[in-house]
């Protein structure tokens, strides 16, 4: 933490008061509690907050007064001492911690009006997203994709990320964590590429709060929510509830788009005893639809460029009572004892149900020949999922052969059930125009139905024990170690007729350990270099949650390992922190066509990457702040083949599709005066390939946004953004070598946020 004075105007009859200069203070503790000086500066800066009566030197009155200076002092943390809560179950900061570890804490959020969790992302250096509807929420990172990426819900994983971490509205989440790389020794199985956290508000004892919001902008949108935080109990509060609410809606940008949602979190934090708590925390999300888009017909330019067919921007190719909804309900009990020397237990029970509907045509060719758009995936699906769970930690610092150390250890038990109710028409629905505006509606199309026959019920079971330990070596070095290991149990019900390629039932059980182990060393007490090499295991292809028989056979799990170095320091004492980090991931045993036997699969397949990222957070002036981010990575297809018109064809060497070789953002605010300020924001992503061949690539992009903020009061903060500019029509994502999924054109919004 990091303290600074800046002398409000003076009086010309007033004496100068100065206070001793801030001198960094060594961080060998890692509290998040003040330093005995710094401690000494926050009481001063209490008390010269309030007018200061003292005898003038000069005056010949000695009972006379004046008011001397206001001194203002602010009080600055650095993002690199805040608790590495998404990276580690132990009590270290991201310093600490040997991994890329990134937080996007409320204040980043409401500073840079991030709307859902989608847009929270783009803080993480490298990382692309994109949430087509069938997709969800597809995350690009390190050169790996999809499932690749873990998405945990308040450390949680669902098993379902790719869909069940569809964007939701950031007002119910406090935080949102990220660490780089292989992680299945703290989340299970997936995680190649990283993890993502998205931590929900809950009660506290703090303080008594209440904030709400409101915005609308282009497209039709608004937004309203609020929440407050209340303790009750007298001086000590015994309890604490909290409340937040959000309700979206917008018109959306394409034809006949609308989309609307509410989201509900609720949270009771009770003190049984003086080292007893309990949370009950309820979170409820639900999300309408209408005619949903799903990309453009593409063609090619020049060079195997991909753009959207010009006369289809802004067209909606879905039928007219197309819809995506979905219902979840997330409710957690959480309970905290701490025993002092005996360490502290954690438990945490929950349980998740979510049920979420398709009903659309979904691909969209440009024939040339025709002069139209040949329309065809018509598909009705319905995914009932529900995961109950529960996981025990134990945590404590000690000693270990006289040396400082923590410990932390943990149980976690789940159940993971999903049936998905697939109504699929085959080939071509039909040809319609290019100025397309009501293209029918899906049950006039032949062998549809309004009912939902389930498919296959998937029930995956997990039993995962864990221990994590940071051993401390002298002043400079520290050890980190983590293992999981966990046993999977995957059984498979098939509702529909039996056949060799999909079994009436079938089972598999899978096992893995996987591990983190890195080194630390401190430079000096605000910056050091680590090194460390992590591992991870998961599915060889798709998702066990939803994966069929066909595509797991008797195949084990996919491995990947990581050896990462990297160094986090601060700088220009204390107005500055930035991170660096490369880096090199493979992934061995993914399934791959087997080119001997066309429609068979072999899990010999192997991916790779190698890349740098970096961040920085600079105040080079009190009034002015930067903070940016870059990844570059060179991801590859080492041994991989895929089957085209029944022919194996070998892809080795080739770049996954829709992952960019370079990532940028930029963030730039500047204060004017107490009241006003303005910012603006830059994201740049270079050029993807649309597909494993690599023969046709979308181009990259670069988006331009600004923002003006007044406070009007200290309680009150008016903010007027505009999106993308320079209205930049550019391909978010790549579907395939025929369509392509566009980003939002311009927008404008205003936003007032009130905390009282």
Same mark, same amino acid.
């Given at each position: ?55 003038? %030197? ?13 001194? +203002?002092? &602010? ?14 179950? =132990? ?14 804490? &409320? ?69 949102? +964590? ?18 993502? !956290? ?58 006949? +788009? ?7 979190? @609720? ?5 049984? %005893? ?61 309970? +905290? ?129 864990? %221990? ?50 890195? *080194?630390?060393?401190?430079? &000096? ?21 939803? /994966? ?32 660096? /980090? ?74 996954? %599709? ?7 953002? =930029? ?14 924001? *830059? ?5 993807? @390939? ?24 200290? /309680? ?7 999106? !993308? ?32």
């Amino acid at each position: 933490m990091s303290i600074r004075l800046f002398p409000r105007a003076r009086r010309a009859s007033a004496c100068a008061c100065a206070l001793p200069p801030h001198a960094a203070a060594p961080r060998a503790a890692r509290t998040p509690s003040l330093r005995p000086h710094a401690l000494t500066l926050a009481v001063a800066s209490i008390l010269l907050h309030a007018p200061i009566a003292a005898v003038h %030197a000069q005056t010949s009155d000695p009972d006379a007064a004046t008011t001397l200076d206001r001194i +203002e002092v &602010r009080a600055t943390r650095s993002t690199l001492d805040r608790t590495a809560t998404g990276a580690s179950r =132990l009590d270290v900061s991201a310093l600490e911690t040997p991994a890329s570890v990134f937080r996007v804490d &409320r204040d980043t959020l409401d500073a840079r009006s991030v709307r859902t969790t989608q847009e929270a992302l783009s803080a993480i250096p490298g990382l692309v997203v994109a949430s087509p509807p069938g997709h969800g929420n597809t995350v690009t990172w390190r050169g790996f994709s999809g499932a690749q990426i873990t998405q945990l819900f308040n450390g949680i994983d669902v098993k379902y990320a790719s869909i069940a971490a569809r964007p939701v509205d950031t007002w119910i989440y406090e935080r949102v +964590e990220a660490i780089g790389g292989p992680s299945s020794f703290l989340y299970g199985a997936g995680a190649v590429g990283g993890s993502i !956290n998205y931590v929900t508000r809950v009660a506290d004892f703090d303080a008594d709060t209440s904030a709400a919001m409101a915005s609308a902008g282009s497209h039709g949108s608004r937004v309203f929510a609020g929440g407050f935080n209340r303790r009750t109990g007298g001086a000590v509060p015994a309890q604490a509830l909290r409340l937040d609410i959000a309700h979206s809606a917008r018109r959306g940008w394409v034809d006949a +788009e609308r989309r609307e949602a509410l989201t509900v979190a @609720a949270s009771l934090v009770s003190r049984l %005893a003086p080292t007893l708590t309990h949370t009950l925390a309820i979170e409820y999300q639900h999300e309408d639809n209408a005619r949903v888009y799903w990309g453009s017909p593409a063609v090619e330019t020049g060079a195997g460029r991909l753009v959207a067919l010009p006369g289809s921007i802004g067209r909606n190719y879905n039928v007219g009572d197309g819809f995506y909804g979905q219902d979840v309900t997330w409710a957690r009990s959480l309970l +905290e004892w701490d025993g002092g020397a005996r360490g502290q237990v954690r438990n945490t029970l929950y349980h998740y149900d979510a049920l979420r509907d398709y009903r659309n045509v979904e691909v969209y060719r440009w024939d040339a020949a025709r002069g139209g758009i040949a329309r065809s995936g018509a598909l009705q699906q319905r995914h009932d999922q529900q995961v109950t769970g529960n996981r025990t930690d134990w945590l404590r610092a000690g000693t270990l052969a006289g040396l400082p150390t923590q410990w932390a250890a943990g149980l976690e038990l789940s159940h993971n059930r999903q049936t998905r109710f697939p109504q699929s028409i085959g080939g071509e629905v039909d040809l319609v125009p290019v100025d397309a505006h009501a293209p029918g509606s899906f049950f006039d199309i032949p062998g549809t139905s309004p009912a939902h026959v389930p498919g296959a019920t998937n029930r995956l079971r997990t039993v995962a024990l864990s %221990a994590e330990n940071l051993t401390r070596f002298g002043a400079h070095f520290a050890l980190m170690t983590g293992v999981r290991h966990e046993r999977l149990a995957l059984d498979v019900t098939n509702h529909r007729a039996a056949t060799a390629a999909s079994p009436a039932r079938w089972a598999r059980d899978y096992t893995s350990t996987t591990g983190r182990i890195g *080194l630390t060393a401190a430079i &000096r007490p605000d910056a050091n270099v680590y090194v460390q090499a992590s591992t991870a295991a998961d599915p060889p292809a798709g998702i066990l949650s939803t /994966a069929g028989f066909s595509t797991l056979r008797d195949f084990d799990l996919s491995r990947g390992r990581q050896v990462e170095a990297g160094s986090k320091f601060d700088f220009a004492g204390g107005r500055g922190s930035a991170t660096l /980090a490369a880096y090199r991931i493979v992934r061995d045993n993914l399934a791959i066509a087997d080119p001997a036997n066309p429609g068979q699969t072999l899990p010999v397949g192997r991916q790779s990457a190698r890349g740098v990222e970096a961040s920085l957070d600079v105040r080079p002036l009190d009034a002015l702040r930067l903070q940016a981010n870059v990844g570059w990575v060179d991801a590859r297809l080492d041994e991989f083949v895929e089957t085209v018109g029944g022919v194996p064809v070998s892809r080795a060497g080739n770049r996954p %599709a829709n992952t960019p070789a370079r990532v940028g953002n =930029l963030w730039v605010d500047y204060t004017l005066s107490p009241r006003w300020s303005i910012g603006t924001d *830059l994201r740049a992503v270079a050029a993807r @390939a649309a597909d494993t061949a690599n023969t046709r690539e979308t181009a990259g992009y670069a988006l331009w946004g600004a923002h003006l903020r007044w406070r009007p009061t200290d /309680a009150l903060t008016m903010t007027l953004r505009g999106r !993308n500019l320079a209205d930049r029509v550019y391909v978010q994502h790549a579907l395939g070598t025929q369509m392509v999924y566009l980003g939002e054109p311009r927008s404008v919004e205003l936003e007032l946020r009130g905390a009282f």
